[in-house]
């Protein structure tokens, strides 16, 4: 583990001057519901990928490639914005 | 220029001078009439600013939180309730050290309902990590506002600078104004620290932290306060030399050879100075210290000012409902605790929702104070 800097070393305003920090911190484990996938039904229309409020959808070369669920945590929003008729993702318990 | 103007007209006339990026507001007596008259500039096209009309305080320091995070010159104003629904975001403004200036006039906090001017709504606020001035003349709040422009970017915290609701906010004075042009060259182009919108340099703004770093992050910002006195003075003292008028941290008036003095905030600070000189003339040797910052707490400067005498009143235009008198007394008192020789200090609370507080009130603390007695802890001036 890195060492802990002291204030003094703290940019001012406590902001994160290297964002990709949060990689750190895998909130997927806050999750209750699990959204589920279909790669059959899926249009690639990109929905999720525009409104999921972390970056938790997975894009290769414009296609939906799948979810991370390291950083997913459940709040169903994909599924919500994924066309009526389409309904390639659906949200199911998570199990532990 | 000479201009007879209100404190909320003065205000609005310096914060067009101001020429800020952003005023995100939702007008709330008294101080509704500078976003009024600011968003009429606005309207006549007077101002480069973009004017967000939100839909309450909360949502308007939001807005003001997200915009100086944005790296742009920020202001809103408000009062009373509306600082009070703003709380919770007050904090946030203070820990992200966002430079927002926000003009007040200074109103009660319900219950029961009052619209007019004491110094509860600023006081309520003293936690929040933001700068605080009080003025004593809608003069004193039109050239504030002006350095507390340069203070907050200067000392990267939030402001507010308080006239006292009705009694400044909407008494005309004369007062003289500045030409756009030196207000614009005193408060220089805003350089901001860092900026959401900088995408060659993305950083993360509001993190959550932990046991780890919350703390630590913490003590940066009380570091921050810290070192701003040093920065209110300089900034003070670059105006003096640019516009002539002078301000310090404290004023102190008649102080020379003075065995008692009041310290107090605000407009009272006119009618006391009234009272001294009458006292004055009857041979009676008192002052008046004028605190024009509440936070930071200027501590040494007002043990330098209070050790020279025997006596210090202290007024209080709000009080803390905590059994033990206003703030302004118990944090005056705790300054004075480690001088080998301190003053007695006596302990007022005065005008709360705008009661009025006569001549004859001010030369009655000045009595007792000269005198160094009074029965109870607290005295509450003209309550019945």
């Known amino acids: 583990m890195a060492k802990l800097k002291s204030w003094k070393e703290l940019p001012c305003g406590a902001i994160i001057d290297d964002p990709k920090a949060v990689l750190d911190n895998k909130t997927g484990a806050w999750r209750s519901q699990r959204p589920c996938w279909s790669a059959e039904k899926c249009i690639h229309c990109l929905n999720c990928w525009i409104f999921c409020p972390d970056a938790a959808i997975m894009v290769k070369d414009g296609k939906m490639t799948g979810i991370n669920y390291d950083y997913c945590k459940g709040c169903g929003i994909c599924a919500n914005v994924c066309p009526t008729k389409v309904q390639a993702i659906t949200m199911e318990e998570e199990r532990k | 220029m000479i201009l007879a103007k209100t404190g909320n007209e003065a ?59 944005s790296g742009c010159r920020t202001m809103t104003a408000t009062a009373s309730q509306g600082l009070m629904l703003m709380h919770e975001m007050l904090f946030i ?60 970017e200067r000392a990267s915290l939030p402001v507010i600078c308080a006239v006292d609701g009705f009694i400044l906010s909407h008494c005309m004075e004369r007062i003289e104004t500045f030409e756009d042009a030196p207000v614009r060259e005193f ?12 995408y060659k340099q993305p950083i993360l ?41 002078g301000y310090g941290i404290i004023d102190e008036y008649r102080c020379e050879d003075a065995e008692a003095v009041v310290l107090l905030m605000g407009s009272a600070c006119g009618t006391m100075r009234d009272a001294v000189d009458t006292m004055r ?23 330098e000012s209070l050790r020279k005498f025997k006596t210090v009143a202290v007024m209080d235009r709000a009080d803390t409902v905590n059994a033990w008198g206003g703030a302004l007394f118990t944090e005056t008192t705790s300054a004075l605790y480690d001088l080998d020789a301190r003053p007695k200090v006596l302990s007022y609370v005065y005008g709360l929702g705008g009661k009025e507080f006569s001549l004859a009130d001010a030369a009655t603390v000045l009595e007792q104070a000269y005198a160094g007695r009074k029965e109870d802890l607290v005295t509450y001036i003209g309550v019945r």
């Open chain 2, 11 to 69: 205000l609005a006339y310096a914060m067009r001078q101001i020429n800020p990026d952003v005023v995100a507001a939702y007008p709330i007596t008294p101080s509704t009439e500078i976003v009024q008259i600011f968003a009429q500039y606005v309207s006549d096209g007077k101002v480069d600013s973009e004017f967000v009309a939100v839909e309450s305080e909360h949502s308007a320091m939001a807005a003001c939180i997200g915009s100086a995070a």
């Open chain 2, 93 to 152: 403004a203070g820990g992200l050290r966002l430079p927002i200036v926000m003009p007040i006039a200074s109103r009660s906090v319900s219950s029961p309902l009052n619209i007019h001017g004491d110094h509860s709504d600023s006081l309520a606020s003293r936690d929040s990590g933001w700068m605080q001035f009080f003025c004593e003349t809608v003069q004193e709040g039109y050239d504030t506002l002006i350095q507390c422009v340069k203070i907050a």
């Open chain 2, 187 to 198: 408060i220089g182009a805003y350089k901001p620290n860092w900026n959401l919108l900088d």
């Open chain 2, 205 to 245: 703004v509001g993190p959550a932290t932990m046991q780890d770093y919350f703390f630590e992050f913490k003590r940066s910002q009380i570091e921050g306060m810290n070192q701003a006195l040093p920065i209110i003075e300089a900034v003070q003292a670059e105006f003096k030399q640019k516009f002539g008028r």
């Open chain 2, 281 to 303: 003339n009857q041979g009676k040797k008192v002052g008046m210290v004028k605190l024009r910052v509440f936070r930071p707490w200027p501590a040494q400067v007002l043990k």
